[in-house]
Nanobody, 122 residues
């Protein structure tokens, strides 16, 4: 049962902060490139932030300066620190990544998390 498990979503007021976590579980030997995506009602899913195996990051223009993606390889976990939240950030946030698994041999496969709701409202 290889999977990505997300936590940290919830309801916050404008200007508030949330920290999302995404942990890989199962027969995972390492996490490679990882990313956070979000999808608001009536809109397409978009990349919010990505991080390479070496720690290089990239962000959507709408979140630059406010969001920070990071990783802890020992914990096989990626994080998304979200500050100065606005109602425009309201969406379901999904974790995605390439995971190195053991299945007779070692392989990289892509997985999606279940999604976690982030609602920014006063």
């Amino acid at each position: 049962q290889v999977q990505l498990v997300e936590t940290g979503g919830g309801l916050v007021q404008p200007g508030g902060s949330l920290r999302l976590s995404c942990s890989a579980s199962g027969r995972i030997f390492s996490i490679n490139s990882m990313g956070w995506y979000r999808q608001a009602p009536g809109k397409q899913r978009e990349l919010v932030a990505g991080i390479s195996s070496g720690g290089s990051t990239n962000y959507a223009d709408s979140v630059k300066g406010r969001f920070t993606i990071s990783r802890d390889n020992a914990k096989k976990t990626v994080y998304l620190q979200m500050n100065s939240l606005t109602p425009e950030d309201t969406a379901v946030y999904y974790c995605n990544g390439n995971l190195e698994i053991f299945n007779g041999g070692y392989y990289y496969q892509n997985y999606w998390g279940q999604g976690t709701q982030v609602t920014v409202s006063s």
